[in-house]
């Protein structure tokens, strides 16, 4: 970074949620609930997929890192101290730390659900050569190049980030540092970084979009060539309610970076980034794990299993 950045602004001012002062301690206990099911909720699932061997396969795999994701990307503890401490600055390199995991988390999020709706049209399209196809070793190659891809997706926003300067206002409407409310701040050009966001992170949302709506088709196909009651059911039951978070995360992120309705920051962009960033990461255990019949013998095992230890 180079130190005219640093020389023009030293930290930033997070203003937080929009609500009351009366109000504070109300939304501190909600977020910190909700923050605390994320963590929780995520850390079991990894725990369990790593104790039960019979949760060793390649969706599970792909499940354990899309935990892992949400329980790291989630900007909620700065928000948290902000409104129990009232003190709102961040430093700028703090800002930037935390807008690159950001991007880090939110594009790996990406690549996984796309990931993960490979695996599924795999599992129901091609039911016998399900294990050949999906080898561990194209599993790693699958979870590695998603996160080397997000990494360096991230590290091409910071390195542009960083050639920006800030003259006079620092105050950031918003509860963590995004970089499309940034780039309304800074006084310098910005058309780079704004074409760069729009061409390259709209390849890599459209790529994995395509992909997790082609499998989806795939396998609605497949299952209405021989249809029965019982078949559309389950299959509704388990896509339906991921499919729900799949348009409710690429809904929130196009409206933000896609379709922004004036260049003032508004409240439904903070509603937005509240759902992609603290909701979808909350539904992570219910949706994918917790419903599912392995995950709950699972957990019964572990639970039966803690009972034995603590007697």
């Known amino acids: 970074m180079r130190s005219e950045n640093q020389s023009s602004v030293s930290e930033f001012f997070l203003l937080g949620l929009p609500i009351r002062p009366e109000e504070q301690s109300v939304f501190f206990a909600l977020f910190l609930g909700m923050y605390l099911t994320i963590v929780l909720g995520n850390l079991l699932i990894i725990l369990l997929l790593r104790l039960d061997s019979h949760l060793h396969t390649p969706m599970y795999f792909f499940v354990s890192h899309l935990a892992l994701s949400h329980v790291s990307f989630s900007s909620v503890p700065k928000m948290l101290m902000n409104m129990q401490t009232q003190q709102l600055s961040i430093s700028y390199v703090g800002c930037v730390s935390q807008m690159y995991f950001f991007i880090l988390f939110v594009c790996l999020d990406n690549f996984l659900l796309a990931v993960m709706a490979y695996d599924r049209y795999v599992?129901?399209?091609?039911?016998?050569?399900?294990?050949?196809?999906?080898?561990?070793?194209?599993?790693?190659?699958?979870?590695?190049?998603?996160?080397?891809?997000?990494?360096?997706?991230?590290?091409?926003?910071?390195?542009?980030?960083?050639?920006?300067?800030?003259?006079?206002?620092?105050?950031?409407?918003?509860?963590f540092c995004d970089l499309t409310v940034l780039l309304k701040l800074t006084?310098?050009?910005?058309?780079?970084?704004?074409?760069?966001?729009?061409?390259?992170?709209?390849?890599?949302?459209?790529?994995?979009?395509?992909?997790?709506?082609?499998?989806?088709?795939?396998?609605?196909?497949?299952i209405l060539r021989v249809p029965s009651i019982k078949r559309i059911c389950k299959a509704l039951s388990t896509c339906g309610s991921h499919l729900f978070v799949v348009f409710l995360y690429y809904g929130t992120l196009a409206m933000i970076y896609f379709f922004p309705s004036s260049n003032s920051f508004k409240v439904k962009d903070i509603i937005a980034s509240v759902m992609y960033t603290v909701v979808t990461p909350m539904l992570n255990p219910f949706i994918y794990s917790l419903r599912n019949r392995d995950m709950k013998l699972a957990l019964g095992v572990l639970y039966r299993r803690g009972i034995i230890f603590a007697t």
């Open 123 to 175: 599992a129901v399209c091609h039911p016998l050569h399900y294990t050949t196809v999906m080898r561990k070793e194209l599993c790693v190659l699958l979870v590695a190049g998603s996160w080397f891809f997000s990494c360096a997706h991230a590290l091409l926003h910071t390195v542009l980030f960083s050639h920006l300067s800030f003259c006079a206002d620092n105050t950031i409407p918003h509860f």
């Open 187 to 222: 006084c310098s050009d910005t058309s780079l970084n704004e074409l760069v966001i729009f061409i390259e992170g709209g390849v890599f949302a459209f790529l994995s979009f395509t992909t997790i709506l082609g499998s989806y088709i795939c396998i609605g196909v497949t």
